[in-house]
Structure formats: C-alpha cells, structure tokens
C-alpha cells in the first residue's frame, strides 16, 4: 500500500521534520518555527499541519483528510513526551497548546491564534494545583474561553453594537465590583472565575451551545476556525491588496504553551534585529510584564522599550540579545520576532523577515554588505521596488516645521509626512478619501496639471484593529494615541509605507462628540492636521511639503549630495543595478525638463514623447483648432505652418536636454475633437477670435463626434488621412535634429507612428517621414541618424508583426492601448466593474497598472518573435505607465526587451526592478549559486 500523504509536520527538542525552505507547506511561521528549532534555539516543541490540508478543506465541503486525526494524535504525543505533561490531564500540570494559524506570507493580524487550548473545568484545577498559582490559572482559562467564543463560536459584535460583547461583560462586572477601569492584571482568581461564568452564559446565549469542555474537541474546533480565517473579509481585503493568491491556504501551527502571564518576572515581547523604521543597527521592540503575547500587539497597555529588560530581567535580556545575533547570522537579514519570558526563562515564538520602510531597507542592505553578512548583489534583492518611491515622497518643509506648533508627540512608526483632514473612524475616512477636496472658498484644489484632487485624509484612533484596513489603505497617514511601534497601526503602517506616528498619549481622542484635544485645543472631525512619522511630532493645520533630499540633490541641485546620507546610499544601490541590469529604462516626457529630470534618475533615453502635449500650451491651440477647422488642404497647410516653429523648438529644447541619448517621439495620436471646445461660450469665444460663424464650429464638433473615440479617428489614421500633419511633424523633428547636431550635441531622433494595425499603413507614413528627413538634410546640408518604427497598440499590429518588421525599425508596445484592445475594455470606463472583477477574482491585478501577462502577455510574446523572425535583433521596448511596475518589468526582462519607458519619479523603481530580474536569471543559470542558496535555507 502507497504511504499515506504526511500532514503534519513535528518541531521541538532543537529537531524538526520540516526547514525554513518549506514556507508553501508549512507556511512561514510554522516553517521557521521549525528551523528556529534546528539550530538550537530555544522554541516550545509543536506540529505544523500542511496548507495542503487546508486546500483539502475547501475542496471537501469543509472536512479533513482521514489520516490527520491519527497524525494529530501522534504530535500531540511527541509534545507531551518532550515537554512531560498530558493533553487533558486532570490530576498533574495539564498540557496546553497555542493553535496558530501562517499563511506562505506573513498576514499580520489576518488570522485569529487561539492561547490556552484544553483548559476546562477540571484541567484548569489541575493547572491550579500544578502552579499553586490561582490568579495566573484562572487568567488562562478565562482568556482561553473568551478567545474561544470569539473565534470559534462566532460570539462577536453585532451590527447594532458599539463594543465586544465579552469585552461588555468584563466592563459591567469591573464597574460593579471595583467602580472603575482596574487593568486586568488586578483581577483576582474569584473574580476570573465570575467573569468564566458569565462568558460561558454569554457564549450559549448567543450560540446555543455549550462551551466544549473535551479538549480535542477544542482542538479541531480551533483548527477549522483558522482554516474558516482563511476567508474572512479581512483577510481576502488583505490578499487582494498583495496579490496573494487564494489557493496558497494557510498552515495550522500546534505548540506547546509557554506563560508570559505568572507573575512579575515572566512577560511577552516582540522586537526587531534592528530599527525597522528607519534602519539603525540597534536592539529594537518591546514588552510587557506579566502578559500573554496577544497584548504586546494589540495596543491596549502600552509596552515597554525592549533595552528597559536589561534592568527588569539581565539574564533573559542578555540571551536574547544573544538570539538577536544568531538570527541575523543565520538568516542574513532582519527579523521580526515575538518572545515570552516564563521566569525568567527566554522562548522563541516566531520570527520572520522583518516589514521595513524602504528608508530602512535601503539601511540595513548597505549595512550588511559593510558587515560582509550580505554580497551587493543580495543587497539590491533586498530593496522592495514598489517601495522604492516612499523614498522621493515630500517631507515637510524645513522652516516652515521649525515654526509649527506641536501639539503632541508619539513613536516616530513610519517615516515620511502627511497633512490630512482627521477623521476618528476607518469607514468615514475611507469616505472622505473619495471625496473631491474643496478649499475654504469652495474651489475644486487642483494639482500642477490642473487635476482635481481627492481630499487628503488621516486616520487617527486610539489604537487600529484590523477592522481598520481599509480607513488605514485610503489615508495618507496614521496617527494613534496609544499602542507601541509593533502595534497594529505601526505594522500595517510599515508594510504599506504609510506615514504613521503612534502612541501619541497626549491625544484625547472623543469618538462620541468626533473631536480630539490636544495641548488644550479641541480639532474636529476634518480639520487638518500634520504629522512627521521620522520624528514623531503631530501639528495642526496644513504644514507645506518639500522635496526629499535625493530630488534636491538629483532634480533641483539645492543640495550637496555628500551632505545626504539617503541621497549617497540611494546612489550606491542605482550603481550597482546598473552593473547587473540587462533591461533599460528610458522614460516618457513630453518637456525638456521632464527629461532632465529622468535622465538625472539614470534614465537611457525617452521612450516616448507624446507630441500632442505640445499643442495646448498657449497660442499654439489656436492654430491647431485652425488647422482642424480648415477647409481646405492649402488651409489646413497654413495653420501647420504655425505649428511648426513651436513643435520644432519643443524638440530642440528634449534633444538638447537628451545630450546624446535617444528620443523616441511619437505622432499626433488623439482624435481631433479632444482640441475642439464643447461648450457653447467657449465656441462662441472661439468663432469671435477665429472670424467664422459659431454654426461652423458646432457643425465641426459635430462630424468629428464619435461614438468609440478610443476606437475612431485616431493614432496613425490622422496622418494617413491628412499626411501634411505627418509631414509637419517629421520636418519640425529633423529640422530640430539639424539644428542641434550643429550646435554641436548628438542627437537620435526614432520617429514612432502610432496605432498601426496594417503594414500598408505604416509604408504610408515612413514614406513621408523618409521624404521629410531627405528634404531637410538638403536644405540643411547635415547628415542625420534616425529611426522610424511603430507602436505594436491593437491585437492585429501583434500578430502580423512580422509583416510589420519588414518596414519598421523598431518596436514599441504600447501596452495600455494594447490592454485596452485586447481585453475589449476601456480603461477610462472600467471603474464602473473592475472594483466587482476584483472582488470576484475575475481579475487578480488591475491591468492597466500591471501586464495582464496570460492575455496581453501573449500578444507581446507573438509580436517579439514575429518582429525578430523579420529583423533579428530588433529593438524593442514598452512605453505606458506599466513600465513602473515592477512586476511588468520582470515581465519584459522575460520577454527580452531592450528597454522599458516610465514617467520620470518612477525610473528608479523600473531600474531597482529591471536588475533583480537580472539577478533572478542568475541563480536560475548557476547551477553552483542555486546550490547555496537552498543550502542557506536548511
Ligand atoms: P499572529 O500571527 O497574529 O502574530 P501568533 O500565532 O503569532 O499570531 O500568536 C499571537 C500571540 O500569541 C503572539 O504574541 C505569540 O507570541 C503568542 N503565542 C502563540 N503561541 C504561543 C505559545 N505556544 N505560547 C505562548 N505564547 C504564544
Ligand atoms: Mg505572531
Ligand atoms: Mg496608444
């Protein structure tokens, strides 16, 4: 008979079954559980049960396999045999167990872990009578049936409750006997017992059932509740923002109890190898005396600093700085890890990967290379490309926080500064984010561009919960009055890279009235307020921003580079992705300045202009809606005449910020009516500066109108129909080109026609710019180099792309058309049902943020081969926002592209990206690195 499938996975004793490599089984606490447990650290014996179990569970109408009770029951054995007591005991010191749920990736505060399990009536007078410690029994069992209920039997707050109903019962009987808030450490062992009585009345009243008291049934009750966790709202809102698919499942982790909650030389603590805010090598994290691990994180007493136990409890602080080493050796990177003391005795109850801010990584990457812990090339790996932006945010500006006012200050949880109007609720704050942001006279606030903009918003509590997420997704910062830097706020703050101060005790926060007080002043409900998450300061009002110091560096050359210590460390790490990297990254800009600022973040080159930009500015409307209103081919000439001098100084402008690098330049590619006024006084203006009649206008608005514009007169179809707006357009880039090569400065011109579907389409237009290019080297007497290629937008321009090769030089997707296209979805018009997509998991990632690779992906792939089956070696590359994603990026390593094209503040994230893709091929190529690796791991 074939073996039957192992479920469970056995930990303890300084031995494992499983390793830290196995994070898809075991899921990452239970994998590293397991390693902890290997290389001798002190870590309560347990079992893992596999996530396989968990698919199991999903696919079987919520049932297990046959063989997990016999293999359950068989782990439970092994911890009773290490740790010499017995599940269920009733006459000597019982056996308890945690049960604990662990997805592949950490989902901090995502599932719920269940302390004490197989305490019942009888156990716990064992528990009693083993500790002669009755306060510390009792404090077990009535935590044990209070998680119990809430978990597992569901006993939570009702829509029309305002609080916890155990946490109502505890309130009412506090104030009957004591008449006020004591802490629940002050509660005798009568008073637990009272407090049992009550819970288990409160559980069959609102459940009908008893409370089991058999703690196997408790235990399988417990392990289906985090199986059940797996798809509970907040954890499928969380999986949704990190992509994390659902079929990964959790892990269920059983381990022995250890008690943080004896007395005054035991407690719980959670710490970092180091600072995880900002980066500091330094023993970082906290604690609380007499406690169980759940009270560090959920902010209800504020803990201590973790360096207060070098005088609380030396010996266990000593070891723990021991393990603080051991860890970072081992796992060569921070950890994140939770401990509990049991006189005076240190455990180790988890550790991971630690969350950091990119300023923290950015850190700990150049620290460790120094520290020889690290390779450089591991230290560009361990640089979250998506986080990388967090460090060119605004911070506020100098003098003007020099003169605020303070009026509270907290633990500095995430770096980085936000202004927002405060709301005091996660639902109103995820509402007001909606908002359009009016200012004091009721004008729309725009941003440079001359967008509207949505209010700014800051959540600020007490203390967050993971009822919170969404409140915390849509605020710029978070601002708590209590809890401490592993707080829930300071964690989830961490991960998202949000602005957060916490534990901001001078705040009194009213959630009746919706006002908070502080330093004397009451602040309602959205007023603005500012916080710094790098010093831990909170202000009033509205506190102006200023550019990070790379973009004073780098952009507006105000400050010394070697003065920055961000600036140089963000230097040293661009360096070495440009030594690895195989991608480009170029960048779209329409302006010179935008170019200058890109090629300042080591962009190579622009991969698109987008010419129509260069149309609203100024007089040049007026001629370009001449243009489109003129009668005649002679007419329509005239108006392009005046256009010329302007797109030609444009480009004289890019190619002399360029010096030297290429320019990809694309042709007229909206539809003519986006030029045209639609509103009646704007016509009748237009007509009165024009000298023709308002009907004439009207009638041309009219015929221009479309029903699918995305679809309609557009992209390369203008210049085909109308070829002297093509042929204006190629004589003001080659007479550009002219003009700067005889300054003196190289330039490289790549024409790119937009919108092509058909060769024929585009022999039409090279033929024009090939005429224009010939005709302006005469006049001009210079030779030019320059390039005329295509973009690959719609579905028919990817599959004949080989047709296509023939004639174009180069390629460049345009991938948010081509999404558009491919997908028959308007990116514009998407709103409406994406939202309901993503929550069906129609739609994993939007797809105008990031390559739908299995759709879009496949077009991308066809072209590549087709356009190199006719040109071998052809360039190619993507313009459109996707090329500062960095999963897209690693998409178009893939795929073999020369290069991506970002807008400029993203051109670090594409490069930090586009090099660990390279170094990802590197460990698949070396046969000899991949062998260590896997060894590390072990
Ligand atoms: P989360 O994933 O929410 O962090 P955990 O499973 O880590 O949940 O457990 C929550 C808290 O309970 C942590 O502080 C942890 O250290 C503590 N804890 C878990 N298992 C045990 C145990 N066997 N003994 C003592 N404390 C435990
Ligand atoms: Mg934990
Ligand atoms: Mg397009």
């Not at 070495?576 to 800009?589: G, M, Y």
């Not at 081919?633 to 001098?645: E, F, H, Q, S």
Request: glycine share 8%; proline share 4%; hydrophobic share 40%.
């Amino acid at each position: 008979m074939a073996k039957s499938a192992k479920y469970v996975y056995l930990f303890g004793n300084k031995k494992a079954d499983g390793h830290g490599g196995m994070k898809p089984l075991l899921g990452g606490k239970g994998a590293n559980l397991a390693e902890m447990s290997r290389i001798g650290l002190p870590v309560p014996p347990g079992f893992t049960i596999t996530t396989e179990v968990c698919t199991y569970y999903y696919e079987n109408k919520k049932t297990y396999p046959k063989v997990l009770d016999a293999q359950a029951r068989e782990g439970v054995a092994a911890i009773e045999k290490i740790m010499g007591t017995k599940f269920g005991d009733t006459k000597a010191m019982p056996l308890l167990v945690s049960v604990r749920s662990g997805a592949r990736d950490s989902m901090p505060g995502m599932m719920d872990t269940i302390l004490n399990l197989g305490l019942n009536d009888k156990t716990v007078l064992a528990l009693v009578a083993a500790t002669k410690n009755e306060r510390f029994a009792w404090d077990c069992y009535r935590r044990f049936v209070q998680m119990y209920g809430d978990v597992v039997m569901g006993v939570q707050k009702g829509k029309n409750e305002d609080h916890e109903p155990f946490e109502v019962v505890i309130h009412g009987f506090k104030h009957e006997k004591y008449h006020s808030d004591i802490e629940d450490s002050k509660l005798t062992a009568a008073d637990q017992q009272e407090l049992l009585l009550r819970f288990k009345a409160l559980i069959k009243e609102r459940t009908g059932t008893e409370f089991p008291q058999d703690p196997w049934k408790q235990l399988w009750g417990a392990a289906g509740a985090v199986f059940g966790s797996w798809m509970n709202d907040r954890a499928i809102v969380y999986r949704r923002k990190y992509g994390i698919p659902t079929e990964w499942g959790t892990a269920v982790s059983v381990q022995a109890m250890v008690y943080g909650n004896t007395g005054d030389n035991s407690g719980s603590g959670v710490a970092f190898t180091r600072n995880p805010a900002n980066g500091t090598k330094e023993f970082y994290g906290e604690f609380l005396i007499n406690a169980q691990g759940e009270d560090v994180v959920a902010g209800v007493r504020t803990p201590e600093p973790v360096a207060q136990l070098d005088k609380q409890m030396p010996a266990a602080y000593k070891e723990l700085d021991n393990i603080r080493k051991t860890l970072e050796t081992h796992f060569k990177d921070v950890q994140d890890f939770e401990f509990t003391i049991q006189d005076g005795k240190v455990f180790m109850l988890q550790t991971r990967n630690g969350k950091r801010t990119a300023m923290a990584a950015l850190k700990f990457s150049m620290d460790m290379v120094d520290e020889k812990l690290i390779d450089w090339k591991t230290a560009i790996k361990r640089n979250p490309a998506d986080q990388l932006e967090q460090l060119l945010a605004p911070i506020f500006d100098v003098k003007a926080e020099k003169a605020a006012r303070v009026i509270a200050k907290g633990l500095p949880a995430g770096p980085g500064a936000a202004s927002g109007k405060f709301y005091l609720n996660a639902d109103r704050a995820d509402a007001a984010a909606k908002e359009w942001w009016m200012d004091d006279k009721g004008q729309f606030v725009l941003n440079k561009h001359g967008d509207k903009l949505k209010q700014p918003v800051l959540l600020v509590r007490n203390e967050t919960t993971p009822e919170d997420l969404r409140g915390m997704i849509a605020s710029e910062g978070i601002l708590t009055a209590k809890g401490g830097v592993s707080s829930h706020a300071a964690l989830v703050a961490r991960q998202m890279g949000k602005v957060c101060v916490c534990g901001a005790g001078a705040l009194q926060i009213d959630y009746a009235t919706k006002t908070l007080t502080a330093d004397g002043v009451t602040y309602k409900e959205g007023d603005f307020l500012s916080i710094n998450g790098t010093l831990g300061n909170v202000y009033a009002g509205q506190l102006p921003t200023a550019e990070s110091e790379i973009i004073q560096v780098l952009v507006q050359k105000s400050l010394d580079g070697k003065k920055s210590d961000t600036y140089t460390k963000f230097a040293t790490l661009m360096n070495w992705c440009s030594k690895v990297t195989k991608l480009q990254v170029r960048t779209n800009a329409d302006t010179p300045e935008q170019a200058e600022e890109a090629v300042a973040f080591g962009a190579t080159g622009i991969g698109l202009t987008r010419t129509e930009h260069m149309f609203f500015e100024g007089n040049r409307i007026d001629a370009m809606r001449e243009m489109i209103l003129a009668d005649s081919v002679a007419d329509r000439k005239a108006a392009l005449a005046k256009l010329l001098p302007y797109q030609k100084g444009d480009f004289v402008g890019i190619f002399k910020a360029l010096k030297g690098l290429p320019a990809t330049i694309r042709f007229l590619d909206p539809p003519l009516h986006e030029f045209l006024p639609h509103e009646d006084a704007a016509q009748q203006d237009l007509a009165k500066k024009m000298g023709v009649p308002v009907e004439k206008i009207k009638q041309r608005v009219k015929e221009l109108h479309e029903f699918n514009p995305m679809l309609g007169f557009r992209g390369c179809r203008l210049g085909i129909v109308h070829s002297e707006i093509s042929e204006m357009q190629a004589r003001a880039v080659f007479e550009a080109a002219a003009e700067v090569q005889k300054a003196g400065i190289k330039v490289k011109p790549e024409v790119m026609i937009p919108l092509v579907g058909f060769k024929r389409e585009l022999d039409l237009q090279v033929a024009v710019v090939h005429a224009a290019a010939k005709a302006v080297m005469a006049e001009q007497k210079v030779k030019l180099n320059y390039m005329v290629g295509t973009m690959i937008e719609i579905p028919r321009g990817a599959l004949t792309a080989d047709e296509i090769a023939q004639t174009a030089e180069f390629f460049s997707f345009g991938t948010n058309d081509l999404t558009q296209t491919c997908l028959g979805m308007s990116r514009d018009d998407s709103g409406s049902f994406l939202p309901s997509y993503a929550e069906l998991e129609i739609i994993k990632t939007n797809p105008f943020a990031s390559i739908d690779q299995s759709g879009v992906g496949q077009l991308m792939k066809i072209a590549v081969e087709k356009g190199n089956q006719s040109r071998p070696g052809m360039k190619m590359g993507i313009c459109g926002e996707h090329g500062g994603d960095p999963s897209s990026v690693r998409f178009c390593h893939k795929l073999g592209l020369n290069y991506v094209s970002c807008s400029p503040r993203r051109v670090p994230v594409a490069r930090l990206a586009a090099a660990q893709a390279a170094l990802e091929d590197e460990v698949g190529a070396k046969p000899k690195g991949a062998k260590k690796a896997s060894k590390a791991k072990r």
